[in-house]
């Protein structure tokens, strides 16, 4: 089993939110509560925003410690693009059934915008 397995199954298991863009992992700081990066593949963490930092060693032992810290991170969403795209793909369905064809013209251009903005930033990388 990948280490990118063990680690994966480490959030899912703690019920801990985190965005996966392969090969980081994007997840709640058991400190502040921000924005924290860990490397799936080598287990290395660290947050931007109180720049803590350890490994899938070290946050296990914070989470298992006294289980604060777990239940706060359960409690705290990290943004993730990909879902958020679809819950608003979901609203734009429903408002094209009530509202159709105007609707469903803003939706194609939203679509067309995210693509264009897709296509720039793969260019850049």
Request: aromatic share 10%; net charge positive.
């Amino acid at each position: 089993m990948s280490s990118e397995y063990v680690v994966l199954s480490f959030f899912k298991s703690k019920r801990i939110h985190y965005h996966y863009e392969k090969p980081t992992i994007i997840f709640p700081c058991p400190h502040c509560g921000l924005e924290a990066k860990m490397n799936a593949m080598i287990g290395l963490w660290k947050c931007e925003g109180c720049l803590q930092q350890g490994t899938l060693v070290t946050l296990m032992e914070m989470m298992d410690a006294d289980g604060k810290e777990q239940r706060l991170l359960q409690h705290v969403k990290i943004y993730n693009p990909k879902e958020e795209y679809q819950l608003i793909k979901r609203s734009f369905e429903r408002l094209i059934e009530v509202h159709g064809d105007r609707v469903e013209k803003l939706y194609k251009r939203v679509e067309k915008l995210i693509d264009y903005h897709q296509e720039e930033k793969q260019r850049r990388n």
